[in-house]
């Protein structure tokens, strides 16, 4: 440890320096009538209030505290030293929440010695696990997450000894007290053995043969081992997302978050999750919603549209002898992104050609989607088995009619709900934070919505008629800032 522990009980004393605004609400105090609220900000008198509660010992408020600072729900907007200050502070006074975070956002603030970000926490769990007021790390919650913060130091490279962080913990009279102590510890020794460097996978076992014209090149990549992507560490913060932002989709969220949980326990926890294929009407959300999932999990993600598609040659590659032959398109997204196991989107199933000159998509489907031939797929270009197993696979569909059962049989299918008139602000919310996002600038810097707008908005049929809206709403806006007149 960097400092004496009981360097670090003098400091923990002391709340942690306020911001300006926050000063000021805290200078009026001398008025007991409180009258001086009425003209505080909404956001800022929110944020007053968890103040109050965090000032007199409450963790959790004084980690709701960190969480708006982080997220730039309070007044001046982000901050992550704010952030990071009450991150602590809400750690040394018991939030298990409060202390993983604090791991994860020092780990990104000093990337050059990332054991920081867990020294620091270790350093609030000894804390926390020798104070008898603290109770909460003493509870399943606090220690669960203490594993959850070797698993990240683990998978990040912050060490490679994960016996060493479990030598730490096991220190702590709290932690060999929990009740869960054998299970957890046992878990911590599971990951340590599992290398990072086994989270990968050898897609081709032999030599790729060069012939004719086509010259190995990158795929020659293929012949090593590539990494597995891991499953995500907070699936439960995920979903919370995802429930934020796609409130209709509860259904979906709650399918596929449940399968990385169970991933978790894996000897092989790399990310995948089953065929999934959304059943629903157009425009509710379905491409969306795949897109924000790969991104959250940090999976690359490649859609390839069924509508129209009278080849198959783009997913089981182009034989040799043609002037273009290439490997399918999986083992491409694998060589460009330097990851075994990318989401794969099938947009509009039911929409593929069913014309078998060529080579019917739905076909070469039903092969990628059964485990056992994925496994040993022969790519018509490389000619050899490939091993596409652990690919994930979400197909979209308007209608279900057209679509030959043999491949339904292979997906999970879930009903695409509408989304109804109280997931309005949802979907507007995320409209502007996507466009914000296409322009590569903070949604802050955008327009607000007038409630003329927001009138018309409402009558729109579909999230992706409301987002297209939305787009059109905040370009005009951003023009009339620039006093700009365009034709």
């Not at 306020?18 to 609220?37: R, T």
């Not at 783009?314 to 399918?328: A, F, I, Q, V």
């Not at 994930?392 to 509408?418: C, K």
Request: net charge negative; proline share 5%; aromatic share 6%.
């Amino acid at each position: 440890m960097h400092e004496a522990l009981s360097d670090v009980e003098d400091k923990i004393r002391d709340l942690p320096l306020l911001p300006a605004w926050l000063e000021a609400l805290v200078e009026n105090e001398h008025d007991d009538s409180m009258k001086w609220l009425k003209d505080v900000p909404e956001v800022a008198c929110e944020m007053y209030t968890l103040f109050r509660r965090a000032r007199q010992g409450n963790a959790d408020s004084a980690c709701l505290m960190a969480e708006r600072f982080e997220n730039g729900d309070a007044p001046g907007g982000s901050s992550v030293a704010d952030a990071m200050r009450w991150y602590e502070h809400a750690a040394h006074i018991g939030s298990a929440r409060a202390a993983y975070r604090m791991a994860l956002l020092q780990a990104w603030q000093t990337p050059k010695d990332p054991t920081v970000g867990l020294d620091m926490t270790l350093l609030a769990l000894q804390h926390i696990s020798n104070d008898s007021k603290s109770f909460r790390w003493r509870s399943a919650e606090g220690w669960n997450m203490a594993a959850k913060i070797v698993l990240h130091a683990l998978e990040k490279g912050m060490i490679n000894d994960g016996n060493s962080a479990l030598s730490k913990l096991m220190e702590m009279d709290g932690f060999r007290k929990h009740p869960d102590f054998d299970q957890i510890a046992a878990s911590i020794r599971k990951l340590s053995a599992r290398n990072l460097s086994a989270l990968s996978l050898l897609v081709v076992k032999s030599k790729i043969i060069e012939d004719g014209e086509f010259k190995v090149g990158v795929y020659r990549q293929l012949e090593r081992p590539i990494s597995l992507v891991p499953v995500p560490i907070d699936v439960v913060a995920m979903q919370q997302i995802l429930d934020t932002e796609f409130p209709w989709f509860a259904k979906i969220n709650a399918l596929v978050c449940r399968q990385l949980v169970a991933a978790q326990f894996s000897t092989m926890p790399g990310f995948k999750i089953r065929p999934l294929l959304l059943a629903g009407l157009p425009g509710v959300g379905k491409t969306t919603w795949v897109k924000r999932f790969a991104e959250l999990c940090g999976v690359p993600f490649r859609a390839l549209m069924a509508a129209g598609s009278t080849d198959s040659m783009y997913l089981r590659g182009t034989p040799r002898g043609w002037s273009s032959s290439r490997p399918g398109a999986v083992l491409q997204a694998m060589v460009t992104e330097g990851v075994a196991n990318p989401i794969f989107m099938v947009d509009e199933l039911e929409k593929a050609s069913s014309d078998n000159r060529n080579g019917r998509i739905w076909d070469v489907l039903l092969q990628l989607l059964e485990p056992s031939t994925a496994k040993a797929y022969l790519d018509e270009c490389l000619q050899l088995p490939c091993d596409l197993s652990w690919v994930s696979w979400i197909a979209t569909a308007n209608e279900l009619g057209d679509i030959p059962r043999p491949l339904l049989e292979r997906f999970t299918i879930v009903m695409a709900d509408r989304p109804g008139p109280e997931h309005f602000k949802a979907i507007v919310h995320g409209s502007v934070t996507r466009y914000a996002q296409e322009l590569g600038i903070d949604k802050r810097m955008l327009p607000l919505l007038s409630g003329d707008e927001l009138d018309v908005l409402q009558l729109c049929k579909s999230p992706r008629e409301i987002s297209r809206t939305v787009a059109m709403m905040l370009e005009r806006g951003l023009v009339n800032s620039k006093s700009l007149t365009l034709n």
